[in-house]
């Protein structure tokens, strides 16, 4: 079973940028179409953002323009840089198939935003 492992969260102050690695150890992530996935304090968990195997991306609203999800084939490994960082980005975020997150999830990576 393909164990997702995310990494690169931490507390970081309003407006701060993160950037946060998601490694994928399978020999089918070039054709992939991968995605991001948070989870708030009593929310439940939502999928922000998708990158094809080609690179194309896609964002939800409230992600769209301080966001960049990117990948690296070679090393099997998706990201999300994280810029203008706002409180309510504070959440555990998560990888997973972006399509439908079939893969075991992982235990994420905390990213706070606080002052």
């Known amino acids: 079973q393909i164990q997702l492992v995310e990494s690169g969260g931490g507390l970081v102050q309003p407006g701060g940028s993160l950037r946060l690695s998601c490694t994928v150890p399978?020999?089918?992530?070039?054709?992939?179409?991968m995605g991001w996935y948070r989870q708030s304090p009593g929310k439940q968990r939502e999928l922000i953002g998708t990158i094809s195997g080609l690179g194309n991306t896609n964002y939800t609203d409230d992600v769209k323009g301080r966001f960049t999800i990117s990948r690296d084939n070679a090393k099997n490994t998706m990201y999300l840089q994280m810029n203008n960082l706002k409180s309510e980005d504070t959440a555990v975020y998560y990888c997973?198939?972006?399509?439908?997150?079939?893969?075991?999830w992982g235990q994420g990576t905390q990213v706070t935003v606080s002052s």
């Open positions: 997973n198939g972006g399509r439908v997150p079939s893969m075991k």
């Open positions: 399978t020999n089918l992530f070039t054709v992939l179409i």
